[in-house]
């Protein structure tokens, strides 16, 4: 992670002035059952996308607040990335995918019995998103809703 004086000045200068939305209480749910016996699927704000799908909107103000579904039997090889922000050096996740998308190591853990099952699919939104209104009140309920169609009982997520 990068320190603020790694930073370029404009990127400094956004962080001092952001007004960052506080939760509280900040929401939690303890896993009903052990993760050994859990379906778990995976979520990433890294921007991660199919070649035959359309790529996040890095131009959108506020950020793209839409998601794309990867089924958990895609190559992670193949996952383009489109991650909005310019502080976020890429370099590490461009070489490999499963620093920001775990997939391979969750299928391993499937099949050494650590999880129960991994879900069909995982879910992939953009990253610095400054303007969340849609991703709250549209987006996150459209996903949660997938998830509980797909019997998830716990979702990593892999924050960007």
């Known amino acids: 992670m990068a320190s603020l004086s790694e930073l370029s000045l404009r990127n400094r200068l956004f962080m001092a002035r952001y007004r960052y939305r506080a939760l509280d209480p ?17 979520v ?21 607040p839409s998601f794309r579904e990867i089924p958990s ?17 890429q370099t590490g996740f461009q070489s490999d995918r499963n620093l920001g998308f775990p997939l391979d190591r969750l299928r391993e853990m499937a ?16 990253g610095s998103i400054t303007a969340p209104g849609r991703l709250v009140k549209e987006t996150a ?5 997938l998830f509980e169609a797909d019997g998830v009982d716990v979702a990593l997520l892999v924050p960007l």
Not at 26 to 42: I, N, S, T, W
Request: glycine share 10%.
């Open 26 to 42: 900040v929401p939690f749910a303890r896993p009903r059952k052990p993760l050994q016996e859990a379906r778990v699927a995976l």
């Open 44 to 64: 990433t704000t890294g921007g991660v996308y199919l070649p035959s799908q359309d790529p996040f909107d890095c131009a959108m103000k506020g950020g793209d």
């Open 73 to 89: 039997e895609a190559d992670v090889e193949t996952l383009g990335i489109a991650h909005k922000s310019d502080a976020f050096d």
């Open 111 to 126: 099949a050494r019995g650590e999880i129960g099952a991994l879900s069909p699919r995982a879910l992939s939104f953009m």
């Open 141 to 145: 309920p459209a996903a949660t809703a």
